[in-house]
């Protein structure tokens, strides 16, 4: 790894103007999905289309925040900053409570199994989620 790779840090986002709302959300403790006004659905990763009907008529709405666990895997080694200090840590794709499935860390799960339900919860301003309280 040389001295530039080092120093950068591959777990924050490089926002740019349409991404812009969806990170200064995260930022504040709030999760955004687009919702698709021509068929109604909601997709992630945020998009300038829809992915199911390829309408442009989509719009930035607040998620619940509740999500449940569809698979993981331990991640045990990571050589990108700031990774290796996290290892062994969990990477997820969870359902969310609105429909579409999201790449995520799951965090404070000693023991993680499908269906687990989930919450939102954010580390610099970076949406990862944790087991929801009972």
Same mark, same amino acid.
């Given at each position: 790894?040389?001295?530039? &790779?080092?120093?950068?840090?591959?777990?924050?986002?490089? +926002?740019?103007?349409?991404? !812009?709302?969806?990170?200064? %959300? =995260?930022?504040?403790?709030?999760?955004?999905?687009?919702?698709?006004?021509?068929?109604?659905?909601?997709?992630?990763?945020?998009?300038?289309?829809?992915?199911?009907?390829?309408?442009?008529?989509?719009?930035?709405?607040?998620?619940?925040?509740?999500a449940t666990l569809? &698979?993981?895997?331990?991640?045990?080694?990571?050589?990108? +900053?700031?990774?290796?200090? !996290?290892?062994?840590?969990? %990477? =997820?794709?969870?359902?969310?409570?609105?429909?579409?499935?999201?790449?995520?860390?799951?965090?404070?799960?000693?023991?993680?199994?499908?269906?687990?339900?989930?919450?939102?919860?954010?580390?610099?301003?970076?949406?990862?989620?944790?087991?929801?309280?009972?």
């Amino acid at each position: 790894m040389d001295a530039t &790779t080092a120093e950068r840090r591959f777990d924050l986002p490089e +926002p740019d103007a349409f991404t !812009r709302p969806y990170w200064q %959300a =995260a930022a504040e403790g709030r999760l955004l999905l687009r919702r698709c006004r021509s068929c109604g659905r909601a997709h992630h990763y945020p998009r300038e289309f829809c992915p199911h009907c390829w309408s442009e008529d989509v719009i930035w709405e607040p998620a619940t925040g509740r999500a449940t666990l569809y &698979t993981w895997s331990v991640v045990h080694r990571n050589d990108l +900053p700031p990774f290796g200090g !996290r290892v062994p840590y969990v %990477a =997820a794709v969870v359902d969310l409570a609105e429909g579409p499935r999201m790449m995520t860390e799951l965090v404070d799960a000693p023991e993680p199994r499908a269906g687990l339900d989930l919450t939102v919860a954010f580390r610099e301003g970076v949406p990862v989620f944790r087991p929801a309280a009972d």
